[in-house]
C-alpha cells in the first residue's frame, strides 16, 4: 500500500507547495519529497538509510554546534507516533554550506486500525527570520548595555520601558517608574514653553534633539544630551516615542569650571604682577601660580601722604575661589588707602569687611609696609602673615618683621597694630615671602625653607631685584625637580639702592 496511490491531483498541489514535505514509510523510506524540500535542504530524496538522516543532510541542533540524533528527528519521531510542532532545526551541508534554520511540524498517519504506516514532515525556511530575531536580540542587548538611558513611552508619554543606564544615572528603579511619565525626572529648570514645543516637535513625526537639565530621584541635576525619535508602523502612524539620554554633567561642569578659570584670569590680568619705579629704591615682585589662578597676591600702592605701600598677601587655598577673594581684597585695599595712610587701621577695615564675607574656613594672611621714602624709613601692619625681612649689606637679618594681628577675617572687630618705625640704610634689602616658598618639598619630602631663601638672595643680592625675584622661583623649582607645585609662590624684594 502507498501514500499517494491513485492520487495525482495531491501530488500535483503537494510539488507546488512552497513548504517542504517529505513523507516516509515505517521503514523510513521516502515515498514523497517534494521540490521545495529539495530545494530548501539543498539535498533530495537519495536513498538514505533513517540512522544516516542527519548526517547526509546536516541536521544540527540550535546551537548549530550539536548533530541531531537520527532517532530524535522529527520525522523519526513522527514514525513512532509523537506530533511534533514547530521544531527548529539547523541545517548545514556542502549544498548549504552557509547554513540555514528551517522550522518542522510532523505528524504520525495511520490506518483505520490506528497501525502507523508512514510519517510526515512539513517544514520551511525562517532563516530570514532567525537573522533578523537575532539582529533585534543584539540591538536589544546593546541597548541593555549601553551607558546611555533609555526611555520608551507610548502616545500618551507613560513610560513603557527603561534600560539599566537610565537606573543607574536617574537612580529610579524600572517599577518605580513604568506606568510614569519623563515628568517624574524633570528639573523645574526649563518653562512649560519648551516643553510644549518639544512635544509638539514629536507628535507632529519629527525628531527633538537638544540638551535637557534632569532631576535624579535624590534632586541632584545632571544635564543630558538628549534626542526623542517617533517609531511609526508601515503606514507611518507614530506608535511610540524612544528617548536617548546621555549624561554630560562632567562636561558641562568643565566648561563652566573653564568658563570660570577665564573669568578669574582676566580678572587678575588687572593686577598680577605689577610693577613701581621709585627714586632710591629696587623694588619688583612676581607671583607664580600652582593652578591657572592663584590667591597670592602683592600689590604696590602709592599713598596719599606721598608714601609706598607694599602689599603681600595670601588667601587660603588656592584656584578659582582664592583668586577671587583675593580680587575683592584689592579692590577693598585700593579704596581704604585712599582714605587712610595708616597700615594698622587699613587693615583693621578691611578685616570687618571680609569678616562678612568670607566663609567660616576662609581667611587671609597679609602684610602692608609703608615705606617712607623721605626718611628712608618702614612702618607695617601684619594680619598673621608669615614674617619679612630686612637684610644689611653684610647679609646679616637686621630686623624680623612679625605678624601684628589675627589673620583677616578670622575675628569680627579685631583691631591690629603696627609695628615701629624701622629705619632704613643704604644697601638694605626688604623681603616678603608667602609660604608656598618655604614650603616647597623635594622629592624626598624635606622642605625648602627659610634659611635657603635668605642665603640664595644674599648671593645674588647685586643683581636687580627683578632678576632675584625670577631666579629664586626657579631654584625653589628645581629643588621640587619633578613634584608638583603645590602651592602659589610670591616673592617680592625691595632694595635701598647705594650712592
Known amino acids: 500500500m502507498t501514500f ?11 510539488n507546488s507547495l ?19 524540500a529539495k530545494d530548501i535542504l539543498g539535498i533530495g530524496s537519495e536513498k538514505i538509510v533513517q540512522s544516516n538522516w542527519s548526517s547526509i543532510y546536516g541536521c ?40 540555514i534554520w528551517i522550522s518542522i511540524s510532523a505528524n504520525p498517519i495511520s490506518d483505520e486500525a490506528e497501525k502507523i504506516y508512514c510519517g510526515i514532515i512539513v517544514f520551511r525556511d525562517i532563516t530570514k527570520k532567525i537573522r533578523k530575531q ?13 551607558a546611555d538611558s533609555i526611555v520608551i513611552t507610548d502616545l500618551q508619554g507613560v513610560i513603557e520601558y527603561v534600560n539599566p543606564a537610565f537606573e543607574s544615572i536617574s537612580g529610579y528603579k524600572q517599577d518605580e517608574v513604568l506606568g510614569k511619565t519623563p515628568r517624574i ?43 526623542i525619535t ?45 610693577t613701581i619705579s621709585v627714586p632710591g629704591f629696587d623694588i619688583a615682585g612676581h607671583s607664580y601660580p600652582a593652578d591657572m589662578t592663584g590667591g597670592d597676591y602683592f600689590d604696590f600702592i602709592p599713598m596719599p601722604n606721598g608714601c ?8 587660603t587655598g588656592h584656584g578659582i575661589g582664592a583668586a577671587l577673594i583675593m580680587a575683592e581684597v584689592r579692590a577693598y585695599l585700593r579704596a581704604f588707602t585712599k582714605q587712610d595712610n595708616d597700615p594698622a587701621t587699613i587693615l583693621t577695615k578691611l578685616n570687618s569687611e571680609l569678616f562678612t564675607d568670607l566663609q567660616s574656613e576662609q581667611f587671609v594672611t597679609l602684610i602692608l609696609a609703608q615705606i617712607n621714602c623721605k626718611d628712608s624709613s618702614i612702618i607695617y601692619a601684619s594680619a598673621g602673615h608669615v614674617p619679612a625681612f630686612l637684610i644689611n649689606h653684610s647679609g646679616k637679618i637686621d630686623c624680623i618683621m612679625e605678624s601684628t594681628g589675627l589673620p583677616l577675617g578670622f575675628m569680627k572687630d579685631y583691631k591690629i597694630e603696627n609695628s615701629k618705625s624701622i629705619k632704613l640704610t643704604e644697601g638694605n634689602i626688604a623681603v616678603f615671602f608667602t609660604d608656598g616658598i618655604m614650603e616647597a618639598q623635594s622629592p624626598k619630602g624635606e622642605e625648602y625653607g627659610l634659611d635657603r631663601a635668605i642665603d640664595f638672595i644674599n648671593f645674588h643680592k647685586h643683581n636687580p631685584s627683578d632678576k632675584i625675584v625670577e631666579s629664586l622661583y626657579q631654584e625653589v623649582r628645581s ?19 647705594q650712592e
Open 4 to 14: 499517494f496511490d491513485g492520487k495525482e491531483t495531491l501530488q500535483a498541489l503537494l
Open 18 to 36: 512552497n513548504d517542504g514535505v517529505i513523507v516516509a514509510d515505517i521503514n523510513g523510506d521516502f515515498l514523497l519529497f517534494n521540490p521545495a
Open 60 to 99: 544540527y541542533r540550535t546551537d548549530k554546534i550539536t548533530e541531531y540524533p537520527a532517532d530524535q528527528l522529527p520525522l523519526s519521531r513522527a514514525l513512532k507516533g509523537e506530533i511534533v510542532r514547530e521544531e527548529v532545526v539547523y541545517i548545514r551541508n556542502p549544498e548549504r554550506p552557509e547554513g
Open 134 to 146: 537575532e539582529i533585534l536580540e543584539r540591538y536589544a542587548s546593546g541597548v541593555e548595555q549601553t
Open 185 to 227: 525626572i524633570n528639573s523645574g529648570k526649563h518653562d512649560r514653553v519648551f516643553y510644549k514645543n518639544l512635544w509638539e516637535t514629536i507628535t507632529s513625526g519629527k525628531s527633538y534633539r537638544g540638551t535637557i537639565i534632569n532631576k535624579k530621584k535624590n534632586g541632584e541635576l545632571y544635564w543630558s544630551d538628549q534626542s
Open 230 to 274: 517617533p517609531l511609526k508602523d508601515n503606514n507611518g502612524n507614530i506608535t511610540s516615542f524612544v528617548s536617548v539620554l546621555k549624561d554630560i554633567t562632567e562636561q558641562r561642569m568643565l566648561q563652566e569650571q573653564e568658563l570660570q578659570l577665564n573669568t578669574a584670569r582676566e580678572i587678575q590680568q588687572f593686577y598680577y604682577n605689577p
Open 308 to 315: 609706598i605701600s607694599i602689599v603681600v598677601g595670601d588667601v
Open 479 to 497: 629643588f621640587s625637580k619633578t613634584q608638583p607645585q603645590e602651592d602659589d609662590i610670591t616673592s617680592v624684594i625691595c632694595k635701598m639702592k
